[in-house]
Structure formats: C-alpha cells, structure tokens
C-alpha cells in the first residue's frame, strides 16, 4: 500500500522543502500564538510547529495551508495545475475503508478534559479559546451519509463545548433531521489537508464526504469505529473527540472572530447554540495539536482552504452552463468569485453563468466575468477590466432576494447579489487590443542600473 497520507507526512513534507518552521520560543495560547501566525502568513512564510505552548504539554501546528502552494502540494500538484485537479478528482469519489485499529486510538481517555488541549484565543474580543481546525463528523440518521465541516468550538467545561451550526450548512439539517433524538458527533484533530478542503465546502448533501476526501488525495480515507459512540472516524486523526448533541440543549458562546473580518454575524453579543457533550477522548501516544485563524486576508489560512474547494464546485456549475468558461478564482473574502470565459460565447451566456454560480453557492455576493486576457489571481487585472470594459447601464445584474450566510454582518440571510459583465462587447474585440511592450519580460534592471549602497 502507498505511504499514508496524513497530518504528519505532509509536515515531514513541508520540512523536506523548507516550509517548516520550529518555534522554540515559549508561546501564550492566548493572542501570540494567532499573532504570529498571521504575521508569518502575510509574509508569505512557512508552516508553523510551536513546540513550547505555554501552560501545555502538546505541542501546536499552524499555517500548513495558509498558502496556495502548500494547497497545491497537498494534492500533489503545482501553482499552475492544483485547480484544475482539484475539479478533476472531484469527478472520481473514493469510498472509505473500515480499519480494524486506528492509530489515533493508542491512547483512549474517558475523563474528557479539554483544559489539556492547546487551545487558541484568536481575537480581541473573542470570548475565549476556540477550537477551529477540529474536523466535525456526522452521519445522517435515515441516508447514513457522512458530512465533514469546519465549526467554530467553545469549550464550556472539561467535556463540554458550545458547537455554532449556520442554518444554511449541512450539520443544522443533520441536527434537524435527527428530531429528538441525541445525534452522536465526533471532532478530529490533526489530520492531512485533504480532510480540510473537503470540510470547508458545501457539497450536496447527498455526498458522502469521506469519499471526497479519498479522491481529493488519491487514496481510500481508513476509518475507524469510535469507541463511545455510533460512529467512525479518520484511523490517523492526532485526537479524535467523541460525543453526542442533544437536542433542545442549548448554551451560550461568542463573540468570535469570523472569516468576514468581523465578528460572529455583526454582533459582539453571544449566541445560543448547541452543546456536545463529550464522552470519550482518543489519541495518538504523542498528539500534535492543529489549529488555525479566520479571516478575509492572505494570512488567514482558513481563507485558502475554503477558496480553492468552492472554486471546483463553481466552476462545474459554470461550465454546466456555457462551454467557454476556462476558470474561477474565488477571492479571498469568499464573497466574489471571477470567472474567466474564452471568447465564442454568445449574447445570454454571461447571464447563465452568473445565475448558475450563485445557485450553486450561497456565499457568492458578486460575481465577475472577465475575458481570457485577464489574471484572475491579480486584483489589479480585474479591476482594470471592470473599469474599461464595463458600462454600468448594460453590463450591471442585480438579483433580487438571494439566499445569503447567516455570517455576512450585513445582509440578514437574504439579499440581493450583483453580477458584472467586464468582457469585451461582442464584436467589438478590434477595439480593446492590449497594450503590451515587446520584450518588457526580458529585461533585467540589474544590467541597465546600478544598485544603490
């Protein structure tokens, strides 16, 4: 069988290509450790292994994604090619297999203390630690279909913790369709990217994500069954948390720092939202602790998986529609999505192409559709093209009442979303050649002026 491909392989990765960096220094859990963090990341610097957590015996990993060539790697790709994999493999889901002993069981721990995690306070006025890269795991009571999703975690006791669900995400409707029944759910902890940029996604429900996961990485996930509760999870999880939900049972948590930029929906007051009750701890015999900031910026790393996985699903819904289109950049705020199409298509295609992307993802608030000629990855390129290629009177959708996240501070759920058209007008093509100088790649500065000392 190929090498397990895990949290920890793809560190012994990242150190082989010196994107690996040991923090000796004695870390704060509270506000340093997310500080550095995204220092590191704008500065487009490498993943982060803090081995000395202050008031802590686990060590801390951070930023294995806050960047896209890490993304790429994780798929085994390179900047130029990871998108379209990443679509590719979508195409080809692989079911899990049942492992009989899981390495993320070599230690089992029924007296839960959460206390014991390397938990981080991110922001200012975040009401405390959070857990934020833990992986949460449910299986639908009547399909018995897994979904894998990012939520945001606060403890609230040694076992217990308060779970925020989005009414619009998969979870909410599991939590639902379990009616007054406890619904057991799991939290992995550690795990290879993979798992992340699947979780970090809506697919339809009707998908299981473990087989996403399997062809995301070209390998079977190995599943393990938990030890206290109905359900299984990754064999190579770092730490693995066993619980239940019940229903009606409520607490409250927040504010916390979200990926908009702001807190929770607009708010800094706290929100009621379900409680898991943990009942079971598993671990590796050495655990590493995974954790990661939100954010709109490059130096969030939540940003990076989220993006690069609802590129794929837009694109398909895009290209669904109109043949020309070639690819999608989701920006950073998730918000926007450009897309870029070839020239040949015909008068009504744009509108099918925006209508199509925001059906098929909520998060969309505008959408951008640009020509080939234009770098959907430099914001300075699309803005150059909306602002010579579009006539506002024309080229402006409005799409009245769109369902929108419970987490955009300021829409209430629903709103009305914008599409842009910054093609060049159909036959006009002769009038908006680019200005370009021969030979500008080539030259070096360094042979023309001298460096100042």
């Not at 914008?418 to 908006?432: L, N, Q, R, S, Y």
Request: charge should be negative; glycine fraction near 8%.
């Amino acid at each position: 069988m190929s090498e397990l491909k895990d949290l920890r392989s793809f560190l012994t990765l990242l150190e082989e290509r010196g994107q690996l960096a040991h923090v000796e220094k004695e870390v704060d859990p509270k506000h340093e450790i997310a500080a550095v963090m995204l220092r590191s990341a704008l500065a487009d610097g490498p993943a982060l292994f803090f081995k000395n957590v202050k008031g802590h015996k686990l060590p801390a990993v951070a930023n294995i994604g806050a960047s896209r060539l890490r993304m790429a790697w994780a798929l085994g790709q390179d900047m130029s090619t990871v998108r379209e994999e990443y679509r590719r493999r979508l195409e080809n889901p692989l079911p899990p297999t049942l492992d009989g002993q899981g390495i993320c069981q070599q230690v089992i721990t029924e007296q839960v203390d959460l206390a014991g995690l390397p938990i981080i306070t991110a922001h200012e006025h975040d009401v405390g630690p959070y857990i934020t890269a833990g992986v949460v795991i449910a299986r639908h009571p009547t399909t018995g279909v897994y979904n894998l999703s990012l939520h945001r975690t606060y403890p609230k006791g040694k076992n217990r913790a308060v779970i925020f669900m989005s009414p619009n995400g998969d979870l909410w409707a599991y939590y639902n369709a379990y009616g007054k029944t406890t619904m057991p759910v799991a939290i992995a902890i550690g795990l290879h990217p993979s798992f992340l940029l699947a979780a970090a996604v809506k697919f339809p429900i009707s998908v299981d994500e473990y087989a996403i996961v399997g062809s995301l990485r070209e390998q079977a996930v190995q599943l393990v069954k938990c030890k206290t509760i109905d359900l299984e999870v990754p064999a190579s999880a770092e730490i693995v948390l066993e619980g239940e939900i019940t229903p009606g049972e409520l607490d409250w948590e927040g504010p916390f720092g979200e990926y908009p930029g702001y807190y929770g929906g607009g708010t800094l007051q706290p929100t009621q939202s379900p409680v898991v009750n943990f009942k079971a701890m598993t671990t590796r015999k050495d655990p590493i602790y995974q954790t990661l900031i939100t954010g709109p910026t490059l130096g969030h790393e939540s940003a990076h998986f989220s993006s690069l996985a609802k590129e794929g699903l837009v694109f398909s819904a895009a290209k669904g529609v109109c043949d020309f289109v070639s690819a999608v950049n989701i920006t950073l705020s998730r918000y926007i999505a450009v897309i870029q199409v070839r020239r040949g298509f015909v008068p009504g295609d744009i509108g099918l192409i925006m209508t199509a992307a925001f059906s098929r993802m909520d998060y969309l608030k505008h959408v951008i559709v640009v020509d080939d000629d234009v770098d959907i990855d430099s914001y300075a390129d699309v803005f150059w093209a909306i602002s010579t290629r579009m006539d506002p009177t024309k080229d402006l959708y409005i799409i009245p009442k769109q369902r929108m996240t419970s987490l955009d501070p300021s829409t209430p759920g629903v709103c009305d979303k914008v599409g842009m058209d910054a093609t060049i007008p159909i036959g006009k093509e002769a009038g908006f050649i680019r200005t370009r100088i021969p030979g500008y790649e080539n030259i070096n500065l360094d042979d023309y002026i001298k460096k100042l000392t």
